[in-house]
């Protein structure tokens, strides 16, 4: 009898304790943050958001989009990496903040480290654009008229970003030692660039493509080193002569280090499974759907740290 009530009371007491302890909910429970290190408008924005969207009806949950711009991407950049790790601020960053500024500018924090990489959304190249006034249609005669010009002025979406580092590369092998750089915090550059207060820039495709069409921007060539299907008739730099030259960006979602593993993974899929429908809209506007494994993604940045670090060492000091 006494055994009996023994294994009755420990039974209860572990129903009492299970009981105590409910399941916990799936994540995500409450609403995500989405940062976007730039602007509102341009590419990194334009992909957050519309991925951002697919996550919210997926996954059942609000996905906010909040713009942190500055200094490269570094000020949202170490935002989230300050941010607590409970997937609940989330970044889809860029190619410098993540593998330039590293090498480009003393940090606080290692983005290759300190950020746990999720998924990449896509590959973007960046296309070398000018204002309609600016004498010249092609990319061989932007050529001679930058090597003849006494001083041009070039527009980037910060110091260390793809924009600034493929046009500096370019006014460099030119030997265009004159060109000067105007840093911008996001997209608001290509406003002075169709004003004509910039001569020109590399931009990522996307956040030029309306004004591309509309003629209020030309287009000369891309800075990656194959031909975009939706300006397929626009040469790449390397094509024209600089075999070498390929400097194009790409984008992805990040999460604070020690971010649960759970957090990873329902993201990962999430994307995944929205880059489908996503991808014949993104490639209309210059965008390459990527998606994959946390693992391919980890990879793929650590790679392109290695890259961008030998030509910021190219550079030298200028690179700023």
Sequence with gaps: MKKTIGTA?????????????????????????VVVAFTAGGTTDKL????????????????????????????????????????YTLIVDSVGPIAVNPSLTKLSYDPLTDLVPIVQIATVPNVLVVPPELPVKTFDEFLEYAKTKKSLNYGSTGVGTSSHLASHLLMQQLGAKDATHVPYKGADAINDLIAGRLDFMFATVPSVMGQIRAGKLRPLALSTKQRLAS???????????????????????????????????????????????????????????????????????????????????????NAQ
């Design 9 to 33: 009371l420990a039974a209860a007491a572990l129903f009492g304790i299970v009981a105590a302890s409910p399941a916990r909910a799936a994540y995500p429970e409450r609403p995500v943050k």
């Design 48 to 87: 957050t958001r519309s991925t951002s969207e697919h996550l919210s009806q997926a996954l059942q949950q609000s996905f906010i989009v909040e713009n942190r711009p500055g200094a490269g991407g570094n000020i949202g950049t170490e935002y989230v990496v300050r941010s607590d790790p409970d997937g």
């Design 231 to 317: 300006l397929p008739d626009l040469p790449t730099v390397a094509e024209k002569g600089f075999p070498d030259f390929d400097a194009g960006s790409w984008f992805g979602f990040f999460a604070p280090k020690n971010t649960p593993q759970e957090v990873v993974t329902t993201i990962n899929k999430g994307v995944n499974d929205a880059l489908p429908s996503l991808k014949e809209a993104m490639l209309s506007e210059g965008a390459i759907a990527v998606g994959g494994t946390p693992d391919d993604f980890d990879k793929f940045t650590h790679a392109e740290y290695e890259k961008w670090k030998k030509i910021v060492e190219q550079l030298g000091p």
